[in-house]
């Protein structure tokens, strides 16, 4: 199986912001465009961010596409999916039937329920569509990076 | 009396079909300016201090900083700023203070000289294609070449400590204390990645540091704030600081609440206490008091570093500086009017000490006339805003100068002039560790480096269109400068000709 690319957190660098989280929202509307996701759009979608503060510690955490993930394990339908060309762990929205056994597997808290169209579960698929997550691209400080299998860091201009 | 309503100094502009209320401005506002209630967000436009730190980071564009209208009667004698200063004196009763530079109009000589460049008679030359030099030794220089006596070539001169850099700009004295230990860091990888110097300013080398000493210039001052063997052994340099160009006879003055356990650790003081820089040296009173500290440092640094002394520019900053290289400094820094700082009183940064240009000039002069020149090198600090600022104070006479205000604002400063509340938006001039961490040492380094690569490639090609090939060759070069709009008084004391007079 192959290593999927990782986003890393820095949370020494995290200034909670929350940006990342407008941009995955964003990424993932139907308009991709950040003022009608925000104003227009029904139901918005849900960010792949969990997002923790105390104090003045904060990060911004995404699905850490585990090597023995057990979200896989716990799904009943397979609407949870390892794609063997990258190694990513994806979901599949039609599959999925709402059950939530993943989120109550994830050991991140990293999957989230979506009430929006119908009751699914809901992650980070490391912008598949975009080929470089929008919470990377846009965090102002570089908090969250992308690595890929060998854990160096990729930039945006590389992709 | 009924009490006086300050005005806001600027408005925050909400566009509000913009407006997703994510509430980034609400989070990250460190003065509380905007707040939410269910689906609105208000800003407080008194709070605003104009660091743009919420219009930057608004995703969608909505905010607007603006300056707001003045709101008194228009009067030519009485500006806003000076019938709101007196409100808020008798109001208070206390000092008013300001962070960074002076920002009061006067004279800006830069803007008045222009550079020449080579036409038919003198060929330029073109730095992509030819090597350009900007490789600079700070230091004093020996008096004559000794070359030996026997058949094979032997150099017998005895060359003091030279600090080598590869541009003409180093980065002024800051402290950690001052600024946040990441923006220091910032700072010191970029030089040491450039290979010029940074300064640790008065507040010791804090053990993160320590990677990056062997280009600092470590500073000694008048509190003595982490001075020990192991400081002075790891600079490359060692700096004297008499004076500072924003407040000139002023100490300084950190307070308690901003002496948590690291900067106390690397001041050497007690945790919540303040920090008090009297404004003079207690044991120095004169040239031959300073000259027994530079030596007590060249003593315990074995000769082996430069060690100098900083100096404002105040009116008889000439005869200073001539005192200051007989009582044996290596270089002398002399920092203008414009200099900045993390606090000072108001009236003190906008009104005393006298334009860099002006005392570079006459220091390059009077070094010179005196024969004495070649002993020490001169860094000119103070508000050094572009590279034709560097090249015009190199060829005034500098060796090199330091740029601090340029390098905050590269790590994302916005001028607001509110250091001295240590609430800055940028994670620079604050310890609060909700706000240093929003400076991350691997974009200021990067920032940082990139500036003195701009303006060292800059200056290349102003040298380049000039017909000459190495720094060495414009310092104290005045012929290449002109001044336009002076009078014969300005002329004379920059030493420059006027716009169309020739060689």
Redesign the interface.
Same mark, same amino acid.
């Given at each position: 199986m192959r290593k999927p690319k990782r986003i890393i957190i820095r949370e020494e660098y995290c200034m909670g912001c929350r940006l990342c989280e407008v941009y995955c929202i964003t990424q993932h509307s139907k308009s991709k465009d950040i003022i009608k996701a925000y104003r227009g759009e029904e139901p918005r979608p849900v960010s792949g961010i969990y997002f923790e503060e105390k104090g003045f510690v904060s990060f911004a955490l995404q699905c850490r596409h585990c090597d023995d993930a057990p979200c896989l394990e716990a799904c009943i339908t397979g609407a949870m999916y390892r794609d063997e060309s990258t190694g990513m762990v994806l979901h599949d929205r039609e599959r999925c039937v709402g059950c939530w056994m993943c989120i109550m597997a994830c050991p991140y808290g990293v999957v989230k329920p979506d009430f929006g169209e119908r009751k699914v579960a809901s992650k980070c698929d490391l912008c598949i569509e975009a080929e470089f997550p929008a919470c990377v691209e846009h965090c102002p400080n570089e908090a969250i990076v992308l690595v890929d299998e060998e854990g160096e860091r990729i930039y945006k201009e590389a992709v | 009396m009924a009490k006086a309503k300050y005005r806001p100094e600027f408005i925050v502009q909400r566009d509000d079909? %913009?407006c997703?209320?994510?509430?980034?401005c609400v989070?990250?506002c460190s003065n509380d300016v905007h707040a939410y209630y269910p689906d609105t967000v208000i800003s407080d436009s008194f709070k605003c201090v104009g660091c743009h730190f919420c219009e930057d $980071?608004c *995703?969608?564009g909505a905010i607007a900083i603006r300056r707001s209208e003045p709101h008194i009667k228009e009067n030519y004698h009485w500006s806003g700023t000076d019938v709101y200063n007196i409100i808020k004196q008798a109001d208070t009763g206390g000092v008013l203070l300001t962070g960074m530079g002076c920002d009061r109009p006067y004279k800006d000589y830069f803007g008045h000289i222009v550079l020449n460049a080579s036409q038919v008679t003198n060929p330029s030359i073109d730095p992509l294609r030819e090597p350009m030099e900007l490789r600079t030794f700070i230091g004093g220089k020996p008096e004559v070449v000794i070359i030996g006596k026997s058949s094979e070539p032997e150099l017998r001169t005895q060359i003091p400590p030279q600090l080598e850099l590869e541009t003409p700009i180093m980065f002024s004295a800051m402290s950690y204390g001052s600024i946040s230990l990441n923006a220091c860091k910032s700072l010191a990888k970029a030089a040491c990645d450039f290979g010029t110097c940074w300064n640790t300013g008065e507040g010791g080398l804090h053990r993160d540091l320590s990677p990056y000493a062997h280009r600092a210039i470590v500073q000694v001052a008048s509190g003595r704030f982490g001075v020990n063997k192991e400081y002075l052994d790891a600079g490359c340099a060692v700096e004297i600081k008499i004076g500072q160009g924003a407040k000139p006879g002023i100490g300084g003055h950190l307070p308690g609440e901003k002496v948590p356990e690291e900067v106390s650790r690397t001041r050497m003081i007690p945790e919540g206490t303040d920090a008090l820089s009297p404004a003079p040296h207690h044991d120095i009173y004169s040239i031959e008091d300073l000259k027994q500290l530079i030596f007590a440092l060249k003593e315990a640094t074995r000769y082996e570093k430069p060690v100098g002394v900083k100096i404002a520019a105040v009116h008889n900053v000439a005869p200073i500086a001539s005192g200051i290289v007989r009582a044996g400094a290596d270089f002398v820094v002399i920092d203008g009017i414009r200099g900045g700082t993390g606090a000072a009183p108001t009236l003190i940064r906008n009104n005393v000490g006298i334009p860099i240009e002006l005392a570079i000039a006459v220091v390059d002069s009077r070094l010179r006339e005196e024969g004495i020149r070649n002993r020490a090198s001169i860094i000119a600090a103070g508000g050094f805003r572009s590279s034709a600022d560097v090249v015009k104070a190199i060829a005034l006479g500098a060796d090199a100068v330091y740029i601090g205000t340029a390098a905050l604002i590269a790590l994302g400063c916005h001028l607001c002039q509110r250091c001295y509340t240590g609430k800055c938006n940028w994670?620079i001039a604050t310890q609060? *560790?909700?706000l240093t %961490?929003? $400076?991350?040492p691997?974009?200021g380094a990067r920032r940082a480096y990139n500036l003195l690569r701009a303006w060292s490639l800059e200056i290349k090609e102003m040298l380049g269109g000039m017909g000459i090939n190495a720094i060495e060759s414009l310092r104290g070069n005045r012929e290449q400068l002109r001044g336009v709009g002076l009078n014969e008084v300005e002329l004379e004391l920059l030493g420059i000709k006027h716009a169309g007079e020739a060689w």
């Amino acid at each position: 199986m192959r290593k999927p690319k990782r986003i890393i957190i820095r949370e020494e660098y995290c200034m909670g912001c929350r940006l990342c989280e407008v941009y995955c929202i964003t990424q993932h509307s139907k308009s991709k465009d950040i003022i009608k996701a925000y104003r227009g759009e029904e139901p918005r979608p849900v960010s792949g961010i969990y997002f923790e503060e105390k104090g003045f510690v904060s990060f911004a955490l995404q699905c850490r596409h585990c090597d023995d993930a057990p979200c896989l394990e716990a799904c009943i339908t397979g609407a949870m999916y390892r794609d063997e060309s990258t190694g990513m762990v994806l979901h599949d929205r039609e599959r999925c039937v709402g059950c939530w056994m993943c989120i109550m597997a994830c050991p991140y808290g990293v999957v989230k329920p979506d009430f929006g169209e119908r009751k699914v579960a809901s992650k980070c698929d490391l912008c598949i569509e975009a080929e470089f997550p929008a919470c990377v691209e846009h965090c102002p400080n570089e908090a969250i990076v992308l690595v890929d299998e060998e854990g160096e860091r990729i930039y945006k201009e590389a992709v | 009396m009924a009490k006086a309503k300050y005005r806001p100094e600027f408005i925050v502009q909400r566009d509000d079909e %913009k407006c997703i209320r994510c509430q980034v401005c609400v989070r990250m506002c460190s003065n509380d300016v905007h707040a939410y209630y269910p689906d609105t967000v208000i800003s407080d436009s008194f709070k605003c201090v104009g660091c743009h730190f919420c219009e930057d $980071l608004c *995703p969608t564009g909505a905010i607007a900083i603006r300056r707001s209208e003045p709101h008194i009667k228009e009067n030519y004698h009485w500006s806003g700023t000076d019938v709101y200063n007196i409100i808020k004196q008798a109001d208070t009763g206390g000092v008013l203070l300001t962070g960074m530079g002076c920002d009061r109009p006067y004279k800006d000589y830069f803007g008045h000289i222009v550079l020449n460049a080579s036409q038919v008679t003198n060929p330029s030359i073109d730095p992509l294609r030819e090597p350009m030099e900007l490789r600079t030794f700070i230091g004093g220089k020996p008096e004559v070449v000794i070359i030996g006596k026997s058949s094979e070539p032997e150099l017998r001169t005895q060359i003091p400590p030279q600090l080598e850099l590869e541009t003409p700009i180093m980065f002024s004295a800051m402290s950690y204390g001052s600024i946040s230990l990441n923006a220091c860091k910032s700072l010191a990888k970029a030089a040491c990645d450039f290979g010029t110097c940074w300064n640790t300013g008065e507040g010791g080398l804090h053990r993160d540091l320590s990677p990056y000493a062997h280009r600092a210039i470590v500073q000694v001052a008048s509190g003595r704030f982490g001075v020990n063997k192991e400081y002075l052994d790891a600079g490359c340099a060692v700096e004297i600081k008499i004076g500072q160009g924003a407040k000139p006879g002023i100490g300084g003055h950190l307070p308690g609440e901003k002496v948590p356990e690291e900067v106390s650790r690397t001041r050497m003081i007690p945790e919540g206490t303040d920090a008090l820089s009297p404004a003079p040296h207690h044991d120095i009173y004169s040239i031959e008091d300073l000259k027994q500290l530079i030596f007590a440092l060249k003593e315990a640094t074995r000769y082996e570093k430069p060690v100098g002394v900083k100096i404002a520019a105040v009116h008889n900053v000439a005869p200073i500086a001539s005192g200051i290289v007989r009582a044996g400094a290596d270089f002398v820094v002399i920092d203008g009017i414009r200099g900045g700082t993390g606090a000072a009183p108001t009236l003190i940064r906008n009104n005393v000490g006298i334009p860099i240009e002006l005392a570079i000039a006459v220091v390059d002069s009077r070094l010179r006339e005196e024969g004495i020149r070649n002993r020490a090198s001169i860094i000119a600090a103070g508000g050094f805003r572009s590279s034709a600022d560097v090249v015009k104070a190199i060829a005034l006479g500098a060796d090199a100068v330091y740029i601090g205000t340029a390098a905050l604002i590269a790590l994302g400063c916005h001028l607001c002039q509110r250091c001295y509340t240590g609430k800055c938006n940028w994670g620079i001039a604050t310890q609060d *560790p909700y706000l240093t %961490k929003r $400076l991350n040492p691997e974009i200021g380094a990067r920032r940082a480096y990139n500036l003195l690569r701009a303006w060292s490639l800059e200056i290349k090609e102003m040298l380049g269109g000039m017909g000459i090939n190495a720094i060495e060759s414009l310092r104290g070069n005045r012929e290449q400068l002109r001044g336009v709009g002076l009078n014969e008084v300005e002329l004379e004391l920059l030493g420059i000709k006027h716009a169309g007079e020739a060689w």
